[in-house]
């Protein structure tokens, strides 16, 4: 092959992927890449094969993609268990508020020992609700059973009775999901039916000493709805993986509320994970150019 390489770890900015585009016959991607339908123009009806260096494709054009017969290869399960180990990471990190304990020992608020003093809330004899009881969702349910939770609730598009059978998690409406769970955890695709899903009515619902976690994508979650449950108290405490945008503008209100715990979409962060994200997304896409099938092609 005859790589055409952007080498740089910022994303390719629009006219040189336009440009670089032109004429070619596969495309490898990125999670920031946006490929539209201006793009797919710009490649011309040589392009065959686009493969993307993610599980998640909402920045890829499908119905686009699809009429012009071009194939499409993901990186899905290779990032599973480092995503599940964030998920964890950072729930713990927010119901346990470690970053505001860690900058009270810095800035010299750490004085004595009191009674209430940095409490969070705990897993054990908890309520965990789960929107997306995927391969992430039963990842981190897996993940979050030793610490002694005490019941399990999933929402998705469908019950998934075999893969909640392991947790004895029950398929319930997203509003119950809400209201009975003292830990909320987002893991769901990002799609017309769940964008926003998360908003003013679903955070009403929920427990003043409940606690949101997101590692799915920004847009599932109404981010005005959440800073206004989160500043007045509605609920306790949330933390996000993903945001809209990204990279969030460093005077964002979220960023303001000592309760929200921001990361920069490290979900999948682990030297090993994106090692092996890389080779599969280069072997999805050397199949889709000789005609073979792909180790994990997204069927459209």
Same mark, same amino acid.
């Given at each position: 092959?005859? @790589? ?28 920031? #890449?946006?490929? &539209?339908?201006?793009v797919l123009e710009a490649a011309g009806p ?10 998640g494709f909402d920045h890829l054009a499908l ?13 899905? #399960? +290779? ?8 998920? +964890? ?9 470690? =970053?505001? /304990? ?20 705990? $897993?054990?004899?908890?309520? +965990? ?5 995927? %391969? ?7 993940? $979050?059973? =030793? ?10 598009? !469908?019950? !998934? ?6 947790f004895e998690a029950e398929f319930v409406p ?20 769940? *964008?926003?899903?998360?908003?003013? &009515? ?8 409940? @606690?949101?976690?997101?590692?799915? %994508?920004?847009?599932?979650?109404? *981010?005005?709805? $959440? ?10 405490? /949330?933390?996000? #993986? ?47 150019? *000789? ?10």
């Amino acid at each position: 092959c005859r @790589v055409q390489l952007w080498d740089s770890e910022e994303p390719v900015p629009r006219a040189e992927l336009l440009a670089g585009v032109a004429g070619k016959r596969g495309l490898l991607c990125l999670l920031s #890449d946006l490929i &539209d339908r201006e793009v797919l123009e710009a490649a011309g009806p040589d392009l065959k094969v686009i493969s993307t260096m993610s599980v998640g494709f909402d920045h890829l054009a499908l119905e686009e993609i699809k009429k012009r017969g071009i194939r499409v290869g993901y990186t899905p #399960d +290779v990032l599973t268990d480092a995503t599940a180990e964030l998920s +964890v990471a950072l729930l713990l990190a927010a119901c346990r508020r470690l =970053p505001e /304990a860690v900058e009270q020992v810095k800035n010299g608020g750490w004085t004595t020992w009191k009674p209430l003093w940095m409490c969070g809330h705990g $897993l054990s004899d908890s309520t +965990v609700g789960i929107i997306g009881l995927g %391969r992430i969702g039963q990842a981190v349910a897996r993940r $979050l059973k =030793p610490f002694g939770v005490k019941k399990f609730l999933y929402t998705g598009s !469908r019950p !998934r009775p075999e893969s909640a059978a392991e947790f004895e998690a029950e398929f319930v409406p997203l509003k119950r999901l809400a209201e009975e769970s003292d830990f909320v955890v987002v893991t769901c695709a990002l799609t017309p039916a769940t *964008q926003g899903m998360c908003n003013k &009515d679903f955070f009403s619902r929920m427990k003043k000493t409940s @606690v949101f976690i997101n590692t799915s %994508r920004g847009a599932v979650v109404n *981010q005005e709805d $959440l800073y206004d449950a989160l500043a007045h108290g509605q609920i306790a405490v /949330a933390g996000l #993986d993903v945001t809209t945008p990204e990279p969030l503008p460093t005077d964002h209100p979220l960023l303001s509320l000592r309760n929200c715990v921001i990361l920069p979409h490290i979900g999948s962060a682990t030297y090993a994970t994106r090692s092996t994200m890389a080779v599969l997304a280069a072997n999805n896409l050397l199949a889709g150019l *000789q005609g073979e099938p792909m180790p994990h092609e997204l069927r459209l």
